[in-house]
Nanobody, 127 residues
């Protein structure tokens, strides 16, 4: 397993943009899937975007389609989440996660699919 460190969060106004980064401590060649999740206090952690690294297949939660873009730079061992048209409902602590089994593609946005997690980066959107 690898250590994951998120960055790039912040406070923005509605309609703004952010680019979140997730740096992996080691080579992620044994990683099959990576994803971004978010969580607000009192609610369950929800998956928003996932990537099957071997093929580049991406999958998004319906509420973020067209606004969120997940990508991966294998040379930098870094996962990204480009977020545009931010809404107050996007306010949350955002986590990145990594999965080490090819079966991850069957449940890309399920938290139990992932074995490594970062500490999170806060995104706050004001109206």
């Amino acid at each position: 397993q690898v250590s994951l460190v998120e960055s790039g969060g912040g406070s923005v106004q509605t309609g703004g943009s952010l680019r979140l980064s997730c740096a992996a401590s080691t080579y992620t060649g044994s990683t099959f899937c990576m994803a971004w999740f978010r969580q607000v206090p009192g609610k369950e952690r929800e998956g928003v975007a996932a990537l099957y690294i071997r093929t580049g297949y991406t999958y998004y939660r319906d509420s973020v389609k067209g606004r969120f873009t997940i990508s991966h730079d294998s040379a930098e061992n870094t996962l990204f989440l480009q977020i545009t048209s931010l809404e107050p409902e996007d306010t949350a602590l955002y986590y990145c996660a990594a999965a080490y089994s090819s079966g991850c593609i069957d449940a890309l946005l399920a938290p139990w699919t992932y074995g490594s997690w970062g500490q999170g980066t806060q995104v706050t959107v004001s109206s």
